[in-house]
């Protein structure tokens, strides 16, 4: 195909701002659309490629599938292979075993499952994981499993029922982003069946400029400049709050659209797009890609914080990016001296060498046995923590009440209502009481009000709190109808406190229940690095202070809910002071994992303080 020097210049208006992103220059807050603008270029190369092969009729599958493994596998095994000594001595045990099954997912092109099961693209849990950013290459390499065979069975069965089969899938595609994102973030995001819109975008650019020659003259400057400014408009103004990819991912694909199918005659944006910078580091911007990443995270993980050390390793990012092209990615590509058979086996050799590798850490625990057995025993608090935090909680939602005399609690809330409920139940408080829960997150406010909720909650986040259910919720009326109390926890928000009152005096007027709302806890700023930085002889006294933030919601709620409907959680759960919080009980577990959320251990040595705190105010 006729080689487009704007389409390597786009390449590199996709690459940087990522790479700007992930170093953490907030004003690259919509970096990440540079990866939909891949997908469109990537839809558009492939599909011209193939098109022009069907209508030649020299379409070959297997060809197709090396072009696609002299492309993509050689630079990403070289990348995949230099992380993996870093790894050894810089991933903890427990990181190290995520990592061991990303080295199984890449090379099976499963990555984006993997990390959509791990939850979160944004944030320090993503920034931490070296090989995070690999998610896009399985949704697209998962798009050209079943797109090529695909395309070439209805193109032999006419461009009609051709445009017409990709057009549904197009819609359908976008419908379940547009949804899917609003009802679940993670999984809008990271699987394919929400992002096969945008690959089919560059599909369609390819279908119509196989027909026609683009947009050129004004009308092309002007459709190519209104494209640039799109995707400037999401680089610069979407944040990792935006809804995403959903509708606004629309706008950064149909700027790269609106770029491809215009002409470079006369276009100034393709003309700075076509200059030598431009077209240099879209050449290089699959490396840059590969690279950036893994650099980033490994100097997280040494200590580097905010986006200073990234930005300095730049220079290192790009030598390594160049030198990946010049003598990996280039000589692949273009020495047909390594025929075919080479390529598939070199390819099965190298992914079952990452997946066996992936497999003895995962096997071995991530080689724990490196570490002091006390400091392995904080590292399985850690990792067995979400069993015990949710299974009770969960097993109890809607739970009917029985006939015996024990008094009936429904408790309501978030995560941490679920702290709460294993701390009564590790308090052997279910001998008195009876429980049925009901999860509502924080941002859904844990409120039975009348009042308007939009100026608090977006519309995209409300369709979700919607779903979920708040408490009332129909399925809730029955089991507050039975109720004798309401226990109300959660991560408190200032606005939500605000309408504390008016949701207990609804409570009481509704139902008739009891009415009581459990304050903020916080044992302190915390993480695993930290609990295991602390020297074993200091840890059974060591004490922190609780974080202001929440020292400052207790005290919003101290002067807004009545007292006898609150009982105070910071003070008490710090042995009567929050400036002297415990992080490890006496045999050396950690108390919380992140300063907010208890461990088992941790429930353990609060139990008692909550059952006095609940005997002293009945």
């Known amino acids: ?14 690459i940087l701002p990522v790479i700007l992103f992930h170093a953490g220059l907030s004003v690259f807050g919509g970096g990440y659309v540079g990866v939909d603008i891949f997908f469109v270029i990537s839809g558009y190369l492939i599909t011209t490629i193939l098109l022009r ?121 976008l ?48 459709l190519s400049a209104v494209g640039l400014g799109l995707i400037l408009y999401a680089i610069f103004i979407y944040t990792n709050k935006t809804v995403f990819p959903g509708i606004a991912a629309v706008i ?10 215009s002409r470079p005659e006369g276009n100034p944006v393709h003309r700075l797009l076509s200059t030598r910078p431009f077209v240099l580091i879209g050449l290089i911007s699959y490396s840059l890609y590969l690279w950036h990443q893994p650099i980033f995270t490994y100097l997280r993980h040494i200590g580097y914080e905010g986006s200073r ?39 099965a050799i190298g992914s079952l060498a990452f997946i066996i590798i992936g497999a003895v850490i995962v096997f071995n625990r991530g080689f724990e046995a490196r570490y002091d057995p006390r400091d392995v025993a904080i590292m399985h608090q850690y990792e067995n923590l979400p069993a015990y935090s949710e299974t009770r909680f ?55 009000v009348t009042q308007d909720l939009s100026a608090h909650i977006s519309a995209l986040n409300e369709e979700r709190c919607k779903i ?45 229940v009891k009415v009581r709302v459990f304050g903020i806890k916080n044992f302190g700023l915390t993480n695993l690095e930290k609990a295991l930085s602390i020297p074993f002889d200091r840890r059974t006294a060591y004490r922190q202070s609780s974080e202001p933030y929440f020292v400052d919601v ?8 009545p007292a006898p409907y609150l009982t105070e959680l910071l003070d008490p759960f710090c042995e009567g002071n929050h400036t002297a919080c415990r992080l490890f009980t006496d045999d050396g577990k950690v108390v919380t994992i992140d300063g907010g959320h208890v461990t088992e251990a941790g429930a353990k040595l609060l139990a008692p303080v909550l059952r006095r705190l609940i005997e002293t105010s009945e």
């Open 175 to 222: 419908a379940a982003s547009w949804y899917l994102t609003r009802l679940h973030f993670d999984t809008g995001f990271y699987l394919p069946f929400s992002r096969i819109w945008e690959l089919l975008t560059g599909a369609f650019c390819a279908m119509f400029l196989a027909r026609r020659p683009g947009f050129t003259g004004p009308m092309g400057a002007a």
């Open 252 to 261: 950064p694909v149909a700027g790269a659209a609106l770029i491809i199918l």
């Open 53 to 173: 092969e069907l209508d030649k009729g020299d379409f070959s599958i297997l060809r197709f599938y090396e072009r696609r493994i002299r492309r993509v596998l050689p630079a990403l095994f070289v990348v995949m292979a230099a992380t993996i000594p870093f790894a050894w001595f810089l991933l903890l045990p427990n990181a190290f075993v995520d990592y061991g099954k990303s080295l199984i997912a890449v090379p099976t092109f499963v990555s984006n499952i993997l990390f959509w099961s791990e939850r979160g693209y944004f944030g320090a849990a993503a920034e931490l994981k070296p090989l995070v950013h690999t998610w896009s290459l399985a949704v697209e390499e998962q798009f050209y499993i079943f797109f090529p065979p695909l395309l070439a069975f209805l193109f032999a069965r006419g461009k009609g029922l051709l445009r017409t089969v990709l057009a549904v899938l197009f819609v359908v595609s």
């Open 1 to 14: 195909m006729k080689y487009r020097a704007e389409i390597d210049g786009l390449r590199t208006i996709a």
């Open 554 to 561: 207790n005290a919003h709620m101290r002067r807004t809910v």
């Open 309 to 347: 050390a990234p930005l300095l390793s730049l220079p290192v990012v790009f030598l390594l990016s160049w030198l990946s092209y010049r003598f990996v990615e280039t000589p692949v590509r273009r020495n047909r001296t390594i025929d075919r058979e080479r390529i598939f086996t070199a390819a």
């Open 394 to 448: 969960d097993a109890a939602e809607f739970r009917p009440f029985d006939t015996s005399d024990r008094r009936k609690v429904v408790i309501v809330g978030d995560s941490h209502a679920r702290d709460l409920y294993n701390i009564t139940l590790e308090a052997g408080l279910d001998q008195r009481y009876q429980f049925s829960t009901k999860r509502i997150n924080a941002g859904c406010g844990n409120v039975f």
């Open 468 to 512: 979920m259910g708040r408490l009332d919720n129909p399925k809730m009326q029955p089991i507050l109808e039975q109720a004798d109390e309401v226990w109300l926890d959660a991560l408190w928000l200032d606005w939500v406190v605000d309408l504390l009152p008016d949701t207990i005096t609804n409570l009481e007027k509704t139902y008739g």
